[in-house]
């Protein structure tokens, strides 16, 4: 009985692995949930951070338009590791795009972003017309 519990965990565990490593196949040498990506708001401001690791800014493309920011980029092997024949492998490489619709008018010309420690940082400044208003209450 010991051993078919075995089996059967070891079977659900190469499933897991499979269904992992499928899950994040975008196709066409790209890897449709690469980078991470964390938004945060508050009444003025869209933050958005992308964990990029090993990456340099010149590797990294930024575009808005529409309504939508998009990151685009490349992650290369280093050369030396072309050559050797891998035996596990869970980082992905080539080219990568991860798109975000913003839900907020954005002031284009407001938009900055800076990379530090593999971590790039992309603000959104709201246009005035996104921004909550008080509205007066006129007494009569």
Known sequence: MLWNADVFNEMDR???EMNSLFSNYGGSGSNATYP???AYEDKDTIVLTAELPGL???QVS???SDGVLTLSGNREMPIKLKEMC???????EGTFEKT?????KINQ???????SNGILTVTMQKAEEAKPKTIAIEAK
């Open 14 to 16: 190469l499933r897991n």
């Open 36 to 38: 991470l990506i964390n």
């Open 56 to 58: 340099t800014k010149e």
């Open 62 to 64: 930024i575009t808005y």
């Open 86 to 92: 891998a035996i596990r492998k869970e980082r992905s």
């Open 100 to 104: 975000l619709r913003i839900p907020t």
């Open 109 to 115: 010309d407001a938009i900055t972003a800076s990379f």
